[in-house]
């Protein structure tokens, strides 16, 4: 189970449709990080949503998803079905939720203490179930920072530019231009708090020359990971959110010469003829520890 705020590897997080085996079945040979699997928009008719709570919870048992992070999408709280979804699948194997349309900080709340009043009643630890807030409206935008600050689960803030634009009435132009603030106001919301900060799905899955471009928006505005739709798209997610093999060389060269400047007395250390100030060193502790991750992943 995750502590609050644990820092997890959170580079790609796959959305798979719950009801539907064979893609059940693919995701658990995925490489991708987060298992996203959906009980809401992706499940309709509505009695397809029992059978997709079935069909994830039978997949958690029998160890299908054990090398991922499993975080089902549950209906919102207006719906009529975000009960079921919760008292269900709060099982182990299951790390927490991802809630869809947060607007306002209460939404968040009022969700953390579903789970609290269920991981009392089946005598979970409290907090053991932790939450990624979707924001897909504009007051979500508004309202990213308190979205952050409502619960200690919170470990991950997505965005999903698709329902944000179509809340905005605006347009999704080729260059992503009218998404370039929405994305630096949440990144910033979940860095100022401790939060996985997560970009939006690339809806052209096929056009990876285009996903490129968006992951070097999204590396460039801070992220940490990107929602996936299909695991064509992992290879490329993880290239540029995981250290290459340059970064950890350099990030390890860097903490030797800092140390060695320590330990001779002198204030700073240099490389390259610049300084080696406080914050990159912490850049480069930030690295390693994501290489570390990445390497347990790896062995898994």
């Known amino acids: 189970?995750?502590?609050?705020?644990?820092?997890?590897?959170?580079?790609?997080?796959?959305?798979?449709?719950?009801?539907?085996?064979?893609?059940?079945?693919?995701?658990?040979?995925?490489?991708?990080?987060?298992?996203?699997?959906?009980?809401?928009?992706?499940?309709?008719?509505?009695?397809n949503k029992q059978i997709a709570r079935d069909l994830i919870k039978k997949y958690v048992a029998n160890g299908k998803f054990t090398n991922h992070l499993v975080f089902p999408r549950v209906n919102d709280r207006e719906s009529g079905h975000l009960l079921q979804d919760v008292y269900q699948l709060t099982i182990e194997g299951i790390s927490g939720f991802m809630y869809p349309k947060s607007k306002l900080g209460e939404d968040i709340y009022f969700f953390d203490k579903l789970l609290e009043t269920i991981e009392y009643e089946k005598k979970y630890p409290v907090g053991t179930f932790k939450i990624i807030a979707l924001v897909e409206t504009a007051a979500a935008v508004l309202n990213a920072q308190e979205l952050c600050k409502a619960s200690s689960r919170v470990v991950g803030l997505a965005y999903g530019c698709e329902d944000f634009i179509t809340d905005l009435e605006g347009i999704h132009d080729s260059e992503s231009k009218s998404l370039f603030v929405p994305r630096a106001m949440i990144a910033m919301a979940a860095r100022a708090n401790g939060v996985v900060p997560i970009d939006t799905v690339h809806i052209k899955?096929?056009?990876?020359?285009?996903?490129?471009?968006?992951?070097?928006?999204a590396k460039n505005l801070g992220f940490e990971g990107m929602l996936v739709l299909n695991p064509k798209e992992i290879p490329l997610v993880h290239k540029y959110f995981s250290p290459s093999t340059l970064d950890v060389q350099e990030a390890e060269e860097m903490l030797t010469l800092a140390e060695e400047s320590h330990s001779e007395g002198k204030g700073v250390a240099y490389k390259n003829g610049k300084f080696i100030g406080p914050p990159m060193i912490l850049t480069a502790k930030k690295i390693l520890a994501k290489e570390k991750m990445i390497s347990r992943k790896r062995k898994a």
């Open 1 to 47: 189970m995750l502590n609050n705020r644990q820092v997890q590897l959170m580079r790609s997080l796959m959305f798979v449709p719950g009801h539907n085996e064979r893609l059940l079945e693919s995701a658990a040979r995925s490489e991708a990080d987060v298992l996203l699997l959906d009980i809401e928009d992706s499940v309709q008719p509505d009695a």
């Open 205 to 217: 899955v096929h056009d990876l020359i285009d996903l490129e471009r968006n992951l070097k928006i």
